[in-house]
């Protein structure tokens, strides 16, 4: 089963009330907080009603495994290190992020926070800004693979 990355590019004042109860249920609060979602029809569509103001895309195993390492923090807000992948029966952060995307656990049975709180990506969002789609050259909407580079543009 694959995960859809959805990252908050725009911030919600002036947004209709639907969409910010959206945002809400998914857990997006501020700009460039990233929420992993599993694939399917429900989160699909939910992120088709508030692509005006989020990117989203199919996140790959290995920028996972780099978004975890980094990114990810434990209750009481505790990097993720060696003892707890040991402590959890993985060998490493490859292993984690593979066992998230196949569905054989989740972020919530490891007891980590389901937002990843990002810096904004280097050299900016895309060149028309964050207030086109991402098929006209902005940075909003569906971009399938493309979500990865600027993932990586964000760790």
């Given at each position: 089963m694959k995960m859809y990355a959805a990252i908050m590019v725009r911030g919600l004042i002036g947004a209709k009330k639907d969409a910010k109860m959206a945002m809400r249920l998914m857990r997006l609060n501020k700009q460039n907080h990233l929420v992993l979602l599993p694939e399917n029809d429900s989160n699909k569509g939910t992120l088709e009603k508030v692509q005006s103001y989020v990117t989203y895309g199919k996140i790959a195993n290995d920028v996972l495994a780099g978004l975890v390492e980094k990114w990810a923090r434990l209750i009481g807000n505790k990097k993720i290190d060696a003892e707890f992948l040991k402590k959890n029966k993985f060998g490493n952060f490859n292993e984690l992020a593979n066992a998230l995307i196949d569905?054989?656990?989740?972020?919530?049975?490891?007891?980590?926070?389901?937002?990843?709180?990002?810096?904004a990506p280097s050299?900016?969002?895309e060149r028309k800004g964050t207030k086109k789609p991402f098929s006209l050259g902005g940075a909003l909407g569906p971009r399938e693979n493309e979500i990865n580079k600027l993932i990586m543009r964000m760790i």
């Open positions: 569905g054989k656990t989740s972020l919530a049975e490891l007891q980590i926070k389901p937002v990843f709180r990002l810096h050299k900016g969002y």
